[in-house]
C-alpha cells in the first residue's frame, strides 16, 4: 500500500513527524482491521450459539396455545360403492372401543343402501379376530395392530379412524392433578401404590386393568407400560372388557383407562391429564389408530363396506362418533 503525501501545518518537511504520522496511520489501519475483526468474530460466534427460531418465536403461534390433533383422514384401496344387492348381509364383531365407530358407519351405510342388514357385537378385539379367522364374522373391528401370525393367517387392516388412550378417575377422586408418562408407568406397575405419592391424599390407589383379549389392554401394555405386565398390590383385574362396569367401580381411590371417545362425555368421571396434555393434544402421548380387519379375499359385502369408509358420508358419521 503506498501512503498518500502528508502536509504539516508548520510547513515544515520533518522527516521525524512524517515517520510518526506514517506510524500513526499504519497503527490506526491495523486497529480498524482489528477492531472490525474482533466486532465480526464475536457477531459470527453469538450467532452460532443462538437457538434457532422455534414455533414459540413465530408470532402467528402465541405462546401457550394448545393446538388440537388434526385428526387425519383415512382412505383405502376399495372403491366406493354406488349400489349394491338388496338384502346384502354384513357381520361386525371386535373392539368395545369402536362401537359408536361401528353404529355411526353402520347406520349412514344402510341409510344409503336401505337393504342392507348389518349386525354388531363388541366382545373385544382378540375375540372380534379370532371369529374372524373361524369365519363366523365378515370383519373384525381392532383397536391394534395385527400381529405377525394373524396376517400370516390372511389377515388385512384398514384404518378407521385416530384414537386416544385416556386414563380416567372418578369425580369424588379428592386427587385433582395430572400424571407424567413415569408416574402412569409406575402406578399400573406397582411401583406407585399410594396417591399421596404423586400430590394427592394419603390414600392407596386401585389401579383397574381390562382383560388380555381387549385390543386397549393390549395398546395400553405396549404404549404406557412399555411391554410390563399391569402388576401391583392393589390392581384390579377385570373379567370382562367392559368400560361402562369399570367406570361404575374406581370410587374414590381408583384409576382406570379407556378410549377418549368413550369417557370424553361422561360425567361420573375425570380424564387426567398426562405430561399437561389432554388426549385433544397434538403433542398427546398416548395415541393410536382404530381399525377393521378382514380376511383374504374380502367378500363383494366387505368391498362395499371397506369402499364406503371412503365416501363423505362415511367421514362425517366417524366425526360425528367421537
Known amino acids: ?108 351405510f344402510k341409510s344409503q343402501f336401505p337393504g342392507a342388514v348389518i349386525t354388531l357385537q363388541a366382545r373385544g378385539t382378540t375375540e372380534g379376530i379370532n371369529a374372524l379367522i373361524a369365519g363366523q364374522i365378515d370383519l373384525a373391528a381392532s383397536s391394534r395392530k395385527l400381529t405377525p401370525q394373524e396376517t400370516s393367517q390372511g389377515l388385512e387392516s384398514v384404518p378407521v379412524a385416530p384414537d386416544q388412550l385416556a386414563l380416567v378417575v372418578s369425580i369424588n377422586n379428592p386427587f385433582r392433578g395430572g400424571l407424567t408418562t413415569a408416574q402412569a408407568q409406575g402406578i399400573f406397575t406397582g411401583q406407585i401404590t399410594n396417591w399421596s405419592e404423586v400430590g394427592g391424599p394419603n390414600q392407596p390407589i386401585r389401579p383397574f386393568n381390562r382383560p388380555p383379549v381387549s385390543g386397549t389392554h393390549t395398546t395400553f401394555k405396549e404404549m404406557v407400560l412399555q411391554g410390563q405386565d399391569p402388576s401391583g398390590p392393589n390392581l384390579v383385574q377385570m373379567e370382562r372388557d367392559e368400560t361402562t362396569g369399570m367406570l361404575q367401580q374406581l370410587g374414590n381411590d381408583g384409576i382406570g383407562y379407556a378410549t377418549a371417545q368413550q369417557v370424553a362425555n361422561q360425567q361420573t368421571v375425570r380424564i387426567v391429564p398426562i405430561d399437561n396434555l389432554n388426549p385433544l393434544d397434538a403433542e398427546y402421548p398416548y395415541q393410536r389408530t382404530l381399525y377393521y380387519v378382514y380376511k383374504n379375499p374380502p367378500s363383494p359385502a366387505v368391498e362395499a363396506f371397506l369402499g364406503f369408509l371412503n365416501s363423505p358420508a362415511a367421514k362425517t358419521a366417524i366425526q360425528g362418533a367421537k
Do not use: C, H
Not at 518537511?13 to 468474530?41: C, F
Open 1 to 108: 500500500m503506498v501512503d498518500a503525501p502528508t502536509t504539516y501545518n508548520d510547513g515544515q518537511d520533518n522527516p521525524l513527524r512524517k515517520m510518526s504520522q506514517k506510524n500513526e496511520t499504519v497503527a490506526l489501519i491495523l486497529a480498524l482491521v482489528l477492531t472490525g475483526g474482533l466486532v465480526g468474530g464475536g457477531a459470527w460466534w453469538l450467532m452460532g450459539r443462538s437457538p434457532q427460531p422455534t414455533a414459540a418465536d413465530n408470532p402467528t403461534s402465541p405462546p401457550g396455545t394448545v393446538t388440537a390433533n388434526p385428526s387425519p383422514t383415512f382412505t383405502n384401496n376399495f372403491t366406493i360403492p354406488t349400489a349394491i344387492p338388496n338384502g346384502t348381509q354384513l357381520w361386525i364383531d371386535g373392539s368395545t372401543s369402536m362401537a359408536q365407530f361401528n353404529l355411526a358407519i353402520a347406520d349412514s
